[in-house]
């Protein structure tokens, strides 16, 4: 999975979100490590929406209408990917943990 | 808030359809990105900002594209079904050529730089001459400006306009239909006075009222004139340009109505016209168009709703011949016509526009870049060569010639369209130089970059691009590129040089030495430093210019009937007086404005009776000066032999006796070989400078500063002028401190003196000699580029054609190396084709650049050298550039062993 792919999952995967609130959002939750730039963004937005990982959804209650913007969910297949690739990392951060053990060459 | 113009320019790289999706989203982060990226404006954290988001678009604009048939609102399993790569467009070039180019041109930094500097030289050059004709020819900057056309008298004998009178230009106007309305003006520049006291020379016009309906331009204040205003003994009025408005009223609403004195007269302000508004040329202040007598008249016309320029000028052609004035002045071969603005201004025959030297010259421009083409064209040959085992594999794996080809061409004009912007922008900053240097003469004009120029050198870089790299592409994929896979395995390329690139590089060649021997002799004149030869400090002296501009007769002091001449021979003599008498003035030598010491005399041709020559341009060229009969002895300079100027060489008191010249001992040595000047006597070819007269040589002085760019060379002839005889008047002021604190105390002496005197130029003489020979200095910059760019083409070509030839024939390299063939002789055999390009390049160059020499060397202004010492100079030095070019191929073939090369065999 894309590394912007997964950083957008896992913001939506709080709430539904607009593309400005993904790429702030993104950006607070890895500390700044993860800037991602708008046409990323959206071209990422759309191939996740093609893979049917997340899909368009009405703007949320309290929401400023006048600001023509599309709100992304995640699917239940985003959910899936995204903890599949969670869990994918984890055993690639296991394996990276037991290589670095003290007392190993 | 205002849009960030860049940011819309990046957006709009992306596809319709991503736009259409995202684009107001995207917008608005980029810009909130902007904000939050320099909230105090950092230039450099915006600069990152930029390079950012322009990365971002460019890497993923390829994928947007590609991405054009996603349906985000379609199902899972449909869109798996529909990966977009099974569905992209197969382009004859696409993005994945774009960065793979952009890789290549990365990867060989050497081939990038020499190919970018030629081709970036090259195009913007090529252009320059339909550029600068077409700056020349554009319509008059105003509305509609195409409609307005230029109405002229023209003398088809002499192929020269003729002046416009008044009556000419009411007699045309009470009787044309074609145009909505016609104008007239006439240049003038005027002593003003403002109310400040302080009198400066401003370019001024006097216009007709229907000028502004022609032009339709409106006042930014007040008014424009109106046809009351050109009624004799009516208000004197005057409209200001709005730099005025800010220099002299600091904008002050209350200008209307003041009052300035223009020539000493007193003037209101009526109008100001809107910023950036000259007419006809380069004007700042107008008056109304007044007088019965008055000609030397610029007529312009608006042409009417469906009237056309053929209309127009059979209409003028007609009405011409009904006055009389005009139909005896046809007789004389003289005939109204109407042509386009940039004709009239350019002053040029009607159809001047055909102009085949013109055309010519831009044919000659564009056969120069093609020959660049075709060496850069060589370059990427010999690299395309050495990739013939990738373009082999492409092709067994399925890539089609086009593709193939395809993807040079991008390599190609990847690096002719970098090049050409890179050579745009450095075009661009020396127009803004050249614009700076010329001053307002060429504010009408706009030599700056425009779309027309940007698109043509698009279109040559896609030209260019074409000849460098699709010819070697379909050379390379030419004869079955699958035949090609054989020598992958171990011999080399297959492909080869032919005779074309054998001529190329000779050709080339050949223009070096012409063209850098050209160079290398205005280089080393205008460079040389000949301040210490001059016989004068220039330093020293301030020069200051009075001018007197009669409307009438102009500046043309030959033209000025007794009584205007004496009252010019009054004010000069009274300024003499007055600038002489004050403290801290040492003397006041006067000249010829043109004739300073430092500036550019206009050059005649001069013969010595009883020396005349017998070739085919008798005569000396000498600078021909006109000085106060003072002169010399106030800028101390010493009369080595004869005598010295008297009051009784003037006219009045000389009566019949010949008039006296003075020549300087460059004049002895050059033309008279030394033998004794005295009671000689001179005669110059009839010129337009002045009558075929005889003049008599009385004395000898040494150099003056008559040629600053080379003083070797300054032959000179001085001729005494009365007061009255000058104008404008070039004052030499010694001054006892620094000089430039004078020039003030000038400006107020010649108001005092004549209200209507202008004073031009008060600048330190080796400041005024600075900025005469500025442009020439800029012109030697010329062919000394485009020599550099020449020999580093032509060593770029050999050192291609050698590394080529050297990897070709690895091979049977390795065998004469096995067969105990020495390194010199392998050498020699891979150097030989080189070395006969290079014999053939030099020998052709000799041949072409010694009759160039010759001629220039004729040139006054050229420091004198052998023309055949510079020429083998040159030669020899470009054949050691083209022998080190080769050293590194050849090197590697001597070092080619013997088991290496034959491993794989």
């Known amino acids: 999975m894309k590394k912007q792919w997964f950083h957008i999952l896992l913001v939506l995967a709080e709430a539904p979100r607009h593309g400005a609130e993904i790429q702030r959002r993104a950006g607070e939750m890895t500390r700044g490590e993860v800037k991602l730039y708008p046409v990323t963004l959206y071209r990422a937005l759309d191939e996740l929406a093609a893979e049917g990982l997340i899909r368009e959804v009405p703007a949320p209650e309290g929401a400023d209408h006048n600001e023509k913007r599309r709100y992304y969910a995640m699917t239940p297949a985003g959910r899936r990917a995204l903890a599949g690739e969670a869990e994918a990392l984890e055993a690639t951060a296991r394996l990276a943990r037991a290589a670095l053990k003290p007392g190993r060459a | 808030m205002e849009r960030d113009r860049y940011l819309a320019v990046l957006v709009r790289i992306l596809p319709t359809a991503f736009r259409e999706r995202h684009g107001e989203e995207l917008t608005a982060l980029l810009e909130q990105m902007k904000r939050d990226a320099a909230p105090r404006s950092s230039p450099l954290r915006l600069l990152r900002f930029y390079a950012a988001v322009t990365w ?52 060989h930094p050497l081939l990038t730089a020499v190919a970018a500097l030629a081709l970036g030289v090259g195009i913007p050059a090529s252009l320059a001459p339909t550029h600068v004709w077409h700056a020349f020819m554009a319509p008059l900057p105003f509305e509609d400006g195409a409609r307005i056309v230029g109405i002229r008298t023209w003398n088809t004998r002499t192929s020269r306009p003729e002046t416009v009178s008044v009556r000419d230009f009411e007699h045309w106007r009470a009787n044309l239909t074609t145009f909505d309305d016609i104008g007239a003006s006439r240049r003038a520049p005027w002593n003003v006075q403002f109310s400040d006291g302080y009198a400066e ?136 016509e109407v042509v386009t603005t940039g004709v009239q201004r350019a002053e040029m025959p009607a159809n001047g526009g055909n102009d085949p030297l013109m055309y010519s010259i831009q044919l000659l421009a564009i056969i120069l870049l093609m020959i660049v083409c075709g060496n850069v064209s060589i370059m990427m040959l010999a690299r395309t060569s050495a990739r013939s085992g990738e373009i082999a594999v492409r092709g067994a794996l399925g890539a089609s010639r086009r593709r193939i080809v ?62 460098a790299s699709v010819v070697p592409a379909l050379r390379a994929t030419g004869s079955g590129i699958h035949g090609r896979l054989t020598p992958l395995v171990g011999r080399g390329s297959a492909m080869r040089f032919g005779a074309a690139s054998t001529t190329l590089i000779v050709a080339e060649l050949a223009l070096s030495v012409g063209l850098l021997s050209y160079g290398l002799v205005w280089t080393r004149t205008v460079l040389l430093d000949t301040s210490g030869e001059m016989g004068i400090d220039l330093d020293r002296y301030l020069s200051a210019q009075v001018l007197v501009f009669d409307p009438t007769y102009g500046a043309d002091v030959r033209a000025y009937p007794d009584e205007r001449a004496s009252q010019l021979a009054a004010l000069q003599v009274e300024l003499k007086r007055r600038i002489e008498a004050e403290a801290g003035v040492r003397a006041v030598a006067i000249a010829q404005a043109g004739d300073l010491p430092g500036s550019r005399n206009a050059p005649r041709r ?13 005569g000396a060229v000498v600078a021909w000066s006109r000085v106060d009969v003072d002169f010399f002895r106030n800028l101390d300079q010493p009369v080595l032999q004869g005598r010295d100027f008297t009051p009784a060489d003037l006219p009045e008191e000389r009566g019949s006796h010949r008039v006296p010249a003075i020549v300087n001992t460059t004049f002895v040595e050059q033309v008279l070989g030394g033998r004794n000047p005295i009671g000689r006597r001179l005669r110059y070819l009839p010129d337009a400078a002045g009558p075929d007269a005889s003049y008599e ?209």
Not at chain 2, 606 to 618: I, K, M, R
Not at chain 2, 818 to 839: E, H, M, N, P, W
């Open chain 2, 606 to 618: 001069a013969v010595v009776e009883g020396l005349e020559s017998t070739g085919d341009s008798p």
């Open chain 2, 201 to 336: 020379p401003v370019r001024g016009a006097e216009i007709s009222a229907s000028t502004f309906d022609v032009l339709r331009v409106l006042p930014e204040l007040g008014r424009t004139f109106q046809e009351s205003d050109e009624l004799p003994g009516g208000a004197n009025v005057a409209i200001i340009a709005a730099e005025i408005w800010a220099a002299r009223f600091a904008r002050a609403a209350d200008v209307i109505g003041s009052t300035i004195r223009v020539a000493g007269v007193p003037h209101t302000v009526v109008g100001v016209m809107p910023s950036g508004f000259s007419f006809p040329r380069d004007e700042v202040l107008w008056l109304p168009l007044r007088g019965e007598g008055a000609n030397g008249l610029q007529v312009v016309g608006r042409l009417g709703d469906g009237a056309s320029l053929e209309s127009a000028r059979s209409e003028v052609e007609a009405i011409g011949l009904r006055t009389e004035p005009v139909a005896t002045q046809l007789g004389a071969g003289i005939r109204p």
């Open chain 2, 697 to 905: 040589i009385v004395g000898v002085v040494g150099p003056l500063g008559l040629n600053p760019v080379n003083p070797d060379s300054d032959a000179g002839v001085y001729h005494p002028a009365a007061p009255g005889e000058i104008n404008a008047i070039g004052f030499v002021v010694d001054l006892i401190d620094d000089p430039m604190d004078f020039v003030p105390r000038i400006r107020e002496i010649a108001a005092e003196v004549d209200p209507a005197a202008m004073v031009r130029d008060p600048m330190l003489l080796s400041d005024l000699a600075e900025r005469e020979w500025l442009g020439l200095r800029y012109l030697a910059l010329g062919p000394v580029l485009f020599s550099i760019v020449a020999i580093l083409l032509s060593a770029a070509g050999l050192y291609a054609v050698m590394a080529f030839s050297v990897s070709q024939r690895t091979r049977e390299i390795g065998i004469r190396a096995a067969l105990g063939a020495s390194r010199a002789s392998i050498v020699a055999t891979i150097g030989r084709k080189a070395a006969l390009q290079l014999g053939l390049g030099s020998l052709l160059g000799c041949a072409l650049a010694v009759p160039v020499m010759i001629s220039v060397s004729g040139d006054p202004l050229v420091h004198p050298q052998s023309p055949v010492l510079v020429v083998l100079g040159v030669t020899s030095g470009l054949v050691s550039s083209g022998v080190l070019a080769c050293a590194s191929p050849a090197v590697r073939a001597a070092r080619i062993q013997p088991t290496e090369a034959l491993r794989d065999w």
């Open chain 2, 56 to 107: 971002d678009v460019l890497r993923q604009a390829h994928g947007t594209h590609s991405a054009r048939e996603f349906e985000p609102s379609v199902s899972v399993s449909r869109a798996r079904g529909h990966r977009p790569s099974a569905r992209r467009r197969r382009a004859l070039v696409s993005l994945l050529d774009v960065k793979l180019a952009l890789r290549m041109v990365a990867r």
């Open chain 2, 406 to 467: 395809g993807q040079f061409f991008m390599e190609g004009l990847v690096l002719a369209l970098l090049a050409t912007g890179v050579g745009l922008l450095a075009a661009s900053w020396a127009v803004q130089r050249f614009e700076a240097l010329a001053g307002p003469e060429f504010s009408m004009m706009d030599f700056g970059l425009n779309r027309r120029t940007v698109a043509l050198s698009v279109c040559l870089a896609v030209l260019c691009a074409g000849v």
